[in-house]
Each structure stands twice: as C-alpha cells, then as structure tokens.
C-alpha cells in the first residue's frame, strides 16, 4: 500500500548502500596509518583516545565487540552504578556527568550516563573506530618496535574451521595501545614472542592499586603504551575492583605519554 503523503527525500537501496560501503571504505583507507592506534574502546582506551585526538592527532581505536566502553556502562556486579574516588570526580565533572558525593572522597554517577559522555567526548575530539574488529597479532620493525597491529574481523572466529581461514590485515601507526584491559592482549603478543613479561593481576585492593595503575601507565616496550587494568596484569598489581577512578586518570596519562612520543 503507497504511503499517502512522502515525507521523506527521494533515495532508494542502491543510494544507501554505496552511502555506507563507500564512507567506510575511505575512512578505512585513511586510518590504514594513524598516529595513534587504541586496541580496546574502555574507559581507559577512550579517556587515551579523546586525550590525544584533542591534539590534532590522527587516532584509531580497534575494538572487539559492536560496542563500546568496556566494563564501564555496568559498573559493578551487573549494577550500572559507577564508582570513583577522589580526585577522579574532577574528569567526570569534565565529561559533564552528573554525581553525587555519597561519602568523603567516593562519587557515584549511573553508567550508561557516564559511559555515554565518554564515548562522546573520544568522538567529538575526532577519534575514528573500527568496532567488530579484533586483534590478532603485532606488526614489529627495526629492534622490535611495535609499529603497528594485525586485525581481522570478531565474527571470523564464530566461523566453523571449514571456513575460517581468512587472513587478517595490517593497520601502521606511530604509537600502539594496550588498553584491552584484564586480558593486556598485546603486551602477551609480545610475551609469546619472547619480547616482553606479564605477571598477571593481583588480589584486590583498591588503596594500592590505583595509585600504583598510574604509577604504572607508560611505555611498556618500544612504540607500545600500556593503561588502564592491562598495566595491573602486565606488572601484576593489585586489582581494584568495582571503581574506576584509575581507569579514567591512566587513560589522560597515557594520553601524555603518547603525545610526548609522537614529538
Ligand atoms: O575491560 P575494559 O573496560 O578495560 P579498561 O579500560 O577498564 C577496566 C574496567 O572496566 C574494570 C576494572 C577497573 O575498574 O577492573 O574491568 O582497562 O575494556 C577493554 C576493552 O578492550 C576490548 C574489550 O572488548 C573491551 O571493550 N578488547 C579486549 N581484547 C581485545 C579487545 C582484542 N583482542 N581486540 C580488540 N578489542
């Protein structure tokens, strides 16, 4: 049955189609080689992501699921309510998340709130992302600089054995990132091919692990910057639990670290 009045503009399948393969294909084409490229689109992955985007810089964050924000839309033991501590309540106040102080020095905010504002801040600082996509392996040049990452799509490992041999593709940057959280994917890459050691993380205890989170956030090996809870399994620290104070401050100190380099 023909709608009665059109409302909407005149474009047909094809139109959308090619609207989508074409703008996806430039931009893969353009994020090929990055400045900066996130693998893991967390709290700490985006803070890094907005950090250094603000700077002018070219930043890609590859991420393994359709979503993004990692553990911070829920929080804690699927309750979406997201804790910090002092002084993390000032980037929240950044992002332009409501809280409320519910004890000196503790902040609650809801995650999808706080989760949103971030995702938005790393997209209007002119983050790219290539979500669905996940990372297989490291790209090493001259004395084993990471140089960049080797991705193939999420869904090729869902695919019987049959027919899962696709090969993956190479993306070049000037600066990789773990931020792939408890797993510090690319920091084992690198274990695996003797180059570097995990320890794996520690028991929880919020009071030592955050200060040390930030001690911690920097580069691990050449060319590859380490934050948020990958630093804690790369130097076996302490967990923290439930709270994400570190997630956020280690992701703007990494976002320094990674500046600094690409000078
Ligand atoms: O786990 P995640 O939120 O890491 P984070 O930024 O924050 C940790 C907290 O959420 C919480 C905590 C402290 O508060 O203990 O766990 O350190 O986000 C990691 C992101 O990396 C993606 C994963 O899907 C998630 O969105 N990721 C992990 N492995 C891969 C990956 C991979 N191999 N390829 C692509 N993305």
Redesign the pocket.
């Known amino acids: 049955m023909p709608a009665k009045k059109k409302i909407f503009a005149p474009v047909g399948e094809t139109e959308i189609t090619r609207a989508i393969v074409d703008e996806f294909t430039k931009q893969f084409h353009e994020y090929v080689e990055s400045d900066c490229l996130i693998?893991?689109?967390?709290?700490?992955?985006?803070m890094l992501g907005a950090g250094v985007a603000k700077e002018g810089k070219k930043v890609l964050i590859?991420?393994?699921?359709n979503y993004?924000?990692?553990?911070?839309w829920l929080g804690g033991y699927l309750m979406n309510k997201v804790t910090v501590r002092g002084p993390a309540q000032e980037i929240l106040s950044e992002l332009g998340v409501p809280f409320d102080e519910v004890s000196q020095g503790l902040y609650v905010a809801d995650g999808p709130h706080a989760c949103s504002k971030l995702i938005a801040a790393a997209c209007d600082a002119g983050v790219k992302f290539a979500n669905m996509?996940?990372?297989?392996d490291v790209v090493l040049r001259e004395n084993n600089r990471v140089a960049g990452v080797v991705?193939n799509w999420t869904p090729v490992q869902a695919l019987p054995r049959q027919i899962s041999c696709v090969d993956p593709v190479a993306l070049e940057t000037k600066m990789v990132v773990d931020?792939?959280?408890?797993?510090a994917?690319v920091v084992k890459k690198l274990e695996e091919r003797g180059l570097a050691k995990t320890s794996g993380f520690g028991a929880m205890w919020v009071e030592q692990s955050e200060d040390l989170i930030i001690e911690h956030t920097g580069e691990a090996h050449p060319g590859l910057v380490v934050?948020?809870?990958?630093v804690s399994t790369t130097y076996g620290l302490p967990?923290?639990?439930?709270?994400?104070g570190?997630?956020l401050l280690?992701?703007k100190r990494g976002a320094e670290t990674v500046l600094s380099k690409l000078e």
């Open positions: 693998v893991g689109g967390g709290p700490s992955g985006l590859v991420e393994r699921n993004l924000g990692g553990g911070f996509t996940i990372f297989d991705v931020a792939t959280g408890h797993d994917c934050v948020g809870m990958a967990r923290m639990g439930p709270t994400f570190a997630m280690s992701g």
